[in-house]
Structures are given as structure tokens and as C-alpha cells.
């Protein structure tokens, strides 16, 4: 069983900015590629961010492009996402995801999930 553990959400007004961070201990971190996704209450769980096992490729939905900035350490099995500019529409129960592969493929879908954390901007 994979344990992926969010922190960093919260509380932010319109244009602030937060770091959510997933910890995802094991030996075999670096061997993923990471995501993630985001849902409100009442609609689908809809992809934000995905980075490759080095980090040297991403993929963001075009909602957060040039706004959220996601990276990973592996060093510290951590992975991040780096919000800044932040609207009212993004807020939502944020969830870390590791993909069964190593790289991003079109299509691909997590195998297992965090938690969730929330985000809350107020307008």
C-alpha cells in the first residue's frame, strides 16, 4: 500500500499564494510521475498538474498554466505545487496522485491517492 500524505492547504485572499506539499514515503519514489488533481463538492475530480520521475517534464491543465508551478525532490519523496495568483475558483480539496509509470503518458490515470487537502481563496 502507497501512503501519499498533502499538507500546505488553507486559507488565502484573491492573488495570495500557497505551496501544497505531498510526502510520499518509500524506496521507490523516483521511479513515478506524480500529479495533481482537484475537486469541489458536486463536480469531477479534474487534473491541475503532472511532473515525470525526474522532473524534467510537466504537464499543467490550462486553468493554472503560468500560475501553479508543480516539482518534486526526490531526495525527500516529496512533490510540490506552488500556487500563486490565486482566484476564488480554485478553490477545492486538493489531492497528491502517483501514476503507475515513470513517465507521462496521454491518458495515463493515477493508481493511488492522498488525503486531500483544502484550498479556500476568499474573494
Known amino acids: 500500500q502507497v501512503q501519499l500524505v498533502e499538507s500546505g492547504g488553507g486559507l488565502v485572499q484573491t492573488g495570495g499564494s500557497l505551496r501544497l506539499s505531498c510526502l510520499a514515503p518509500?524506496?521507490?519514489?523516483?521511479?513515478?510521475?506524480m500529479g495533481w488533481f482537484r475537486q469541489v463538492p458536486g463536480k469531477e475530480r479534474e487534473f491541475v498538474a503532472a511532473?515525470?520521475?525526474?522532473?524534467?517534464?510537466?504537464n499543467y491543465a490550462g486553468s493554472v498554466k503560468g500560475r501553479f508551478t508543480i516539482s518534486r525532490d526526490n531526495a525527500k519523496n516529496t512533490v510540490y505545487l506552488q500556487m500563486n495568483s490565486l482566484k476564488p475558483e480554485d478553490t477545492a480539496v486538493y489531492y497528491c496522485?502517483?501514476?503507475?509509470?515513470?513517465?507521462?503518458?496521454?491518458?495515463?490515470?493515477?493508481?493511488?491517492w492522498g488525503q486531500g487537502t483544502q484550498v479556500t481563496v476568499s474573494s
Open positions: 518509500g524506496r521507490t519514489f523516483s521511479s513515478n510521475a
Open positions: 511532473i515525470n520521475w525526474s522532473g524534467g517534464v510537466t
Open positions: 496522485a502517483r501514476y503507475p509509470l515513470a513517465t507521462l503518458v496521454t491518458g495515463g490515470r493515477p493508481d493511488y
